[in-house]
């Protein structure tokens, strides 16, 4: 995967705009979790445009530092954008069980 170049009308590129650069974790070499959700929100338009928000909150360091290591961001708008871009897409293997919750094949069986 590339990461885009897609660019906003202040000529700011997503890279520059705080998402994570590159598909790949820089010390591995191999795909993380976070660059697939940041390339899914890339590819379903929710990181185009302006970034006219503005988001503030205070959170616990030890929080914040997890969820740093745990996601690879460097920097605090990096991992919001992440937290976002998380929520913002619902996770397909939920989809999949709600949408089959209590549905079993014609020929099965249940033993005892």
Not at 103 to 109: F, T
């Amino acid at each position: 995967m590339v990461a885009g170049a897609a660019t906003s009308k202040s000529g700011k590129s997503a890279e520059k705009r705080g998402a994570p650069k590159g598909a790949r974790s820089r010390a591995t070499g191999r795909i993380t979790g976070a660059s697939v959700v940041m390339e899914e929100a890339r590819r379903a338009g929710l990181l185009d445009g302006d970034s006219t928000e503005h988001v503030s909150f205070r959170a616990p360091k030890a929080l914040i530092e997890a969820a740093k290591r745990e996601s690879g961001a460097t920097k605090p708008t990096e991992l919001g954008l992440l937290a976002l871009a998380m929520l913002a897409q619902p996770d397909p293997v939920a989809t999949y069980l709600k949408k089959n919750y209590g549905k079993l094949g014609p020929d099965h069986q249940l033993d005892y």
